[in-house]
């Protein structure tokens, strides 16, 4: 998966909503409960919120993502 497919598949989560992503090489998956997408910064990393902590997502690692 690409950033901005990546981007694009979380574009609206607003914190509304959890996520639970499993990449490659991994065997817990992440969870951010109420996550916000950070817009798009310099870096140009994908990055949840969940308004305490920000979680920096290697795209080309993810396998699934459940939005729920």
Not at 37 to 57: H, I, M, Q, S
């Amino acid at each position: 998966m690409t950033q901005s497919q990546l981007r694009q598949a979380m574009s609206k989560l607003n914190g509304e909503r959890n996520v639970k992503m499993v990449f490659q090489g991994y065997d817990e998956p992440l969870h951010v409960a109420n996550a916000f997408l950070v817009p798009e910064e310099e870096d140009t990393l994908v990055k949840l919120t969940d308004g305490r902590k920000e979680y920096a997502v290697d795209a080309e690692r993810v396998i699934w993502i459940e939005i729920g």
